[in-house]
């Protein structure tokens, strides 16, 4: 069993590691699709994977954070030979047949092989996640402990890049390029449980933001998430579903953070909280405003109401007896996040960028519903499109 050669060979060093398993329960295909899905949380910035490579005809394993792309001409400098490519599936298959594909354990020693490491990686302090020949198998530990398994060659450090690339999908209004010269601030919103904020994802989407603005404050939907939890999750205690949320969102903070840090020197990125914003008083009468709006005013009520069917729709089944009151919970989510996005904007951050698209929010930065509070009406709005590199 390719997870006992492993810790064997950790305990053998006498190393401190965890090792997590998931649930028997699961099927492979389940585990499969929550580890490639579930980039998630501290794993995703944590998780490091094993790359075979050949080097002038030999064999070695090159190891890089799973959130980043290796770039083969920095090996190809750092080894001195041009002679340096990546193995493709079937030959990985051939050679390492015992491991489920993408998770080959980046233990040089195990493998008897040389490694190189991203210079991304390499921090004696820092914790590290990789899958144990399945991926129903993870290891936990730090890198300084893992370094003395690893057989690295550290005179090697190559570099990497983000898997994703950050594209613009769209700008509201037509003007907003030219008006970014002057403007120095954006607010870059977090749906808390959305895949686009999963590491591999968010390292594009902060790497734009950092290339386009020096302020940036990072909203996090915390407590606008207790309502996903009700119509996604099932939680009929609102009080239950808000603590959750909370929680949800600290932890976003904690784990994530790290991406954010990358871009100290050059942009500073600030974690706000929904929840904390929504106690400001300000808030409360920006909501009051608009939730008026939403019952006096059809086209901004059509509007968001769209916006929530589309939402429940995807989300839960057509036989759910519920559907009507999620359609409005998902409603009120869009109501309490607009009046979020007012206290923002009075703050000097006009321009609110996300990797998606919100209609609602592109017709309000588009001047068509004129009845949203003034603030509200300064929104300029930047949707972000994300690519997988090649």
């Known amino acids: 069993m390719v997870f006992t050669s492993v810790t064997k060979l950790l305990d053998e060093r006498n190393l401190k590691y965890i090792a997590i398993a998931n649930s028997a329960a699961y099927d492979p295909e389940e585990v499969k699709k929550i580890a490639l899905d579930g980039l998630n949380d501290s794993i995703g910035r944590e998780l490091i994977e ?8 030999s064999l070695a394993i090159a190891i890089a954070p799973a959130t980043e792309k290796i ?19 079937a030959e990985i298959h051939e050679l390492f047949p015992q491991y489920e594909q993408g998770t080959i354990p980046p233990l040089g020693e195990l493998h008897h092989l040389p490694a190189y490491c991203s210079v991304s990686i390499y921090d004696n302090n820092r914790e590290i996640t990789f899958y144990a020949g399945s991926y129903k198998y993870r290891i936990r530990m730090t890198f300084e402990n893992y370094k003395a398994v690893a057989n690295l060659d550290e005179s090697i450090r190559f570099t990497t890049s983000a898997r994703y690339r950050a594209s613009v999908l769209t700008r509201v209004p037509f003007d907003v390029k030219d008006r970014m010269k002057t403007i120095d601030n954006c607010i870059l919103g977090v749906s808390l449980g959305n895949s686009s904020f999963f590491p591999s994802k968010l390292v594009a989407s902060t790497d734009w933001v950092n290339n386009n603005f020096k302020n940036c404050k990072v909203m996090i939907g915390d407590s606008l998430y207790r309502i996903t939890l009700q119509i996604t999750h099932g939680y009929k205690d609102e009080t239950k579903a808000r603590q959750k949320a909370l929680f949800l969102g600290q932890k976003f903070i904690n784990d994530q ?14 974690f706000v909280l929904a929840s904390e914003i929504q ?9 009051q405003q608009i939730v008026e709006l939403f019952e006096t ?7 968001v109401m769209s916006f929530a069917h ?15 009151k999620k359609y409005m919970l998902s409603a009120s989510y869009l109501l309490e996040e607009l009046a979020v996005f007012s206290c923002l904007i009075q703050d000097g951050f006009p321009i609110f960028v996300y990797p998606g698209s919100i209609d609602v929010v592109i017709e309000i930065a588009d001047g068509k519903h004129p009845g949203v509070p003034k603030t509200l009406q300064e929104l300029m709005y930047i949707s972000l499109f994300l690519k997988r590199r090649k």
């Open 50 to 57: 094993a790359v075979p490579i050949r080097v002038n005809d």
């Open 71 to 89: 770039s083969l001409v920095s090996l190809q400098e750092q080894l001195g030979t041009g002679k340096v490519n990546f193995l493709g599936k």
């Open 257 to 270: 953070r790290v991406l954010f840090e990358r871009h100290a020197k050059t942009c500073d990125f600030e």
């Open 279 to 287: 106690r400001q008083d300000d808030y409360k009468v920006y909501h």
């Open 297 to 303: 005013n059809d086209s901004f009520n059509n509007s």
């Open 310 to 324: 589309t939402f429940v729709g995807r989300n839960i089944d057509e036989s759910d007896e519920t559907r009507e």
